[in-house]
C-alpha cells in the first residue's frame, strides 16, 4: 500500500473510532457481557479480569483519544491537501497507525 493509501486508513480508522465513541453515553458505559461503568466511580457486574481501576482509567482515557483520533484526522486530511504524503510527519503518522491497527 502506498502512503497516501495508508494515511486515508488511518483517516478512516479514526472516523471509525470516533463514530463508535458517539454512541456511548457519557457517564455510563455498557457492553455485551453486563459491565456497566458510571462516572461518579460506580462499578457493576464486573466480568473477567476488569476491576475498578482498569474501569477508571479507560473512561479517563475517552475523551482524550477521542481528541487525539480528531486531530489525527484533520492532520491527515492536511498532509494529502498539502501533497505532503513524502514528509517526515506523514511518516511519523505512519509508524504510529501501522497496518495491523487498521
Known sequence: MDKIEHLKRIRAKCVELLEIAEKR????WNDEDGLVFCADDCIADLVDDRTSANA?????????AEAGWKATAAAVDDIIRRGHEQSQLASQYIAA???ELL
Open 56 to 64: 477508571t482509567f479507560i473512561a479517563a482515557c475517552a475523551g482524550r
Open 25 to 28: 453515553t457519557p457517564g455510563e
Open 97 to 99: 497507525w501501522p497496518e
